[in-house]
Nanobody, 119 residues
Framework: QVQLVESGGGLVQAGGSLRLSCAASISIFSINAMGWYRQAPGKQREMIATITSGGRTNYADSVKGRFTISGDNAKNTVYLQMNSLKPEDTGVYYC?????????????WGQGTQVTVSS
C-alpha cells in the first residue's frame, strides 16, 4: 500500500502562490496517473488536477490556468503549483492516484495539507 505525505500548505492572501508537494513511498512512474484533490469546508473531496505517467495533465475548470501539476519520477514526488489563489481555493489538499480505491492506495489517504486563502 502506497504511503503519501503532502506538504507545503499554509495561509496566503488572495492573489498569492503556494507550491504543494506529495511524496510517495513507491515509484510514481509505475502508477497510471496521480492527482491532487481538494476538500473545501463542508464539501466533498474533488479531484482538481491529474498527471499521467507519460506527463499528460488535466485540470478542473475551477483551477485551469492557475494551477500546474508536475511530477519528479526520481524523487517519487508530485507537485501542485498554485498561482492567483482565491478564497474559494481554501481547503485541505490531498494527493492520490486517479483511482484511489484500488492498487496501490486501496482506499488509503494521507493527512493532507491545509491551504487557507484570505481575502
Amino acid at each position: 500500500q502506497v504511503q503519501l505525505v503532502e506538504s507545503g500548505g499554509g495561509l496566503v492572501q488572495a492573489g498569492g502562490s503556494l507550491r504543494l508537494s506529495c511524496a510517495a513511498s513507491i515509484s510514481i512512474f509505475s502508477i497510471n496517473a496521480m492527482g491532487w484533490y481538494r476538500q473545501a469546508p463542508g464539501k466533498q473531496r474533488e479531484m482538481i488536477a491529474t498527471i499521467t505517467s507519460g506527463g499528460r495533465t488535466n485540470y478542473a475548470d475551477s483551477v485551469k490556468g492557475r494551477f500546474t501539476i508536475s511530477g519528479d519520477n526520481a524523487k517519487n514526488t508530485v507537485y501542485l503549483q498554485m498561482n492567483s489563489l482565491k478564497p474559494e481555493d481554501t481547503g485541505v489538499y490531498y494527493c492520490n492516484t486517479d483511482k484511489p480505491t484500488v492498487w496501490p492506495s486501496f482506499g488509503s489517504w494521507g493527512q493532507g495539507t491545509q491551504v487557507t486563502v484570505s481575502s
